[in-house]
């Protein structure tokens, strides 16, 4: 981790600032309202209940107002790029911002379709908290500026421009607001492997972010949270289809002390 | 269970009444059309078919009327909230209850969304066999006019005035169709923790209603069933992710003499 | 197998060339495009990751033709019947043909449905390399023109007269491009007790039609991958829960050896 002197924070920190987000979460019990793909949302819902955290995913005009309105922070995934769901991310983000309602993005895909880029751009100019993204939708939202071994740099600036966390994710997970840049390094391959395991990933942060006011501090509990639980479910899974499960029961019964033992985070 | 006089099941009864009922699901294999919520549909599916029983779940609005004309059973499950799945829903209904096939209603959230109360209410005209719900939802349901420790009486009144069965799941399940009135105590707090369950409860009421005129014996048939398929679970997993997969292998093997002492029904 | 004499491949050597297309497969990691129902996304999607390929799920008209563009192949699933998927399918399947990049098409229920039924015959009309589909499907697609015990007869001929590979699982799944024929017997009874189990196949096989130019080979490469997982995954297996997340497991160890061992192919 890279900070000003001013920010008091310390990478050997991190891990416990973590637990006690993990704490909070269990006992706070969040809502998290989550626009998200289709494919995503059973194991998305999932994640949050065995978080601790309370999943609601409606994308009804008529009342996905009340719904984000009541709930504790919203994620806007663009997995699924319909016109009902872009009018729903629209109109849930409105009420989150008027509301102070923390939101997230995660452009799914964006690297792949020019509309969903550009609807990914649109939303980054209503003020996430956080953009959770993997290095290709990383490049497709700076427009390609990062240029080989410049990842830090560029995602320094992206964050710095847009006012906002960037969380970059991949072997290695990097947490930038502007000042302050963390690497993860917890995980497994595995994670690769199973369907919507980023957009969980996403969903977690939704979660960490409803009882963390601090957005960097949040995102870096998140991905510890879940890198950690995939590292225990790998020990124990024979394959995708058994991690898939094991990371469930691994993020449910996740301690304390376990996340701060396997933490690696600099 | 509290009964009148002139009815003669006692639920020292009920769990060789519900063996029976889980016996004719596995002979006849009833089809049960699901309209249902896209968080739920793929564990929904999986629950019908490790009973026995055979989903579809279309909400097409050119083929829904076949479908359910040719289904043993129909839910309508509230829980996506889309125009097309409430014009399916209406659909669907008018041919189940022209062709005299059995219905329920699972009237999801309603607690959190006005427009889903109003057409949950809407649909409660319609006759449903059944109406499965939690706390919250029955609040909504009734107009708030359940008085705290008055939740049996409250549920009575419903029953009998809505002609229906009543279905209120949580710790305790209460089950009344306005004269009879059963408390199922099975199942674990794992339940709560994986999204979908009381959806996939609500299927398999559909699945019990199939084979069971009795609606009120078909709905304590399928509480017992989960609940009791819930506790086997659970003793075998080790969070929310081994759970989802442990309850769908239980149900399936389910055998008469575990679930008659297993069951506690009173 | 039965095939013409100037067709060199005989039953005993498929085994092999199964096993070269899961090595291709894996090398080449192929993007799969599928337009598939809301039930089966999410185990498809994990079906293809596990047996490595790379799965993309988008129906939304503004980019579903830069992502079948940019793929390995397409599927084309029937079970969820919506304006828009017919409209993607179109869209998608025009996209595919003019790029030559192969597409397969999966008529779930489409004997429960006319309309599907008439739409699946207006895309069999589009070239596809592969139809999927079980008995009472068939039967719809071939106008009930099956008699009983002629059933390799009239796949011979229907793959014949469409210039396609018919694809017909069950307990004996069979593969025929109208001169060849081979008849796959692994697999296991609960595959049909877990939902999707058939749309994953179908995936599947659109991943070994992206690495494998002859569709006939392709068709049973996948049959036999699936159906070999399929006897691992049930030896470990409790019931249809655990069976979902062994049979993943089973196909990303799936070795060359014991495809190769465990292959039963005539």
Same mark, same amino acid.
């Given at each position: ?69 009541? #709930?504790? &922070? !919203? ?7 319909? =016109?009902?769901?872009? +009018? @729903?991310?629209? /109109? %849930? ?107 969980? #990933?996403? &969903? !977690? ?7 963390? =006011?601090?957005?960097? +501090? @949040?995102?870096? /509990? %998140? ?44």
């Amino acid at each position: 981790m890279r900070a000003p002197q001013s920010e008091r924070t310390t990478a050997i920190e991190l891990p416990a600032i973590a637990a006690g987000v993990l704490q909070r979460l269990r006992e706070r019990k969040p809502r998290v309202h989550c626009i998200t793909n289709a494919v995503a949302q059973n194991f998305t819902a999932n994640m949050l209940l065995a978080a601790g955290a309370v999943p609601s995913m409606t994308i009804a005009q008529k009342e996905i107002r009340a719904f984000v309105a009541r #709930a504790d &922070a !919203l994620l806007v995934n663009l997995g699924t790029f319909d =016109p009902e769901r872009q +009018k @729903a991310s629209l /109109a %849930a983000i409105g009420v989150a911002n008027k509301a102070k309602i923390p939101w997230l993005l995660d452009p799914v895909f964006i690297d792949r379709s020019p509309p969903r880029a550009a609807f990914a751009k649109r939303l980054l100019a209503l003020a996430p908290r956080l953009v959770r993204m993997n290095g290709p939708e990383f490049d497709a939202l700076s427009r390609g500026k990062r240029a080989d071994g410049a990842g830090e740099a560029a995602l320094m600036r992206f964050a710095k421009a847009r006012r906002t966390v960037a969380g970059l994710t991949g072997a290695r997970d990097l947490v930038c607001d502007g000042a302050r840049l963390a690497a993860v390094d917890n995980g497994d391959p595995l994670m690769a492997q199973v369907t919507a395991m980023g957009c969980a #990933a996403s &969903a !977690l942060a939704g979660a960490t972010l409803a009882v963390e =006011p601090d957005a960097w +501090k @949040a995102t870096v /509990a %998140a991905l510890l949270i879940i890198g950690v639980a995939g590292e225990i479910a790998a020990a124990r899974a024979r394959g995708p289809g058994s991690f898939a499960m094991e990371i469930l029961d691994a993020v449910s019964a996740l301690d304390r002390d376990t996340l701060i033992a396997k933490a690696r985070v600099s």
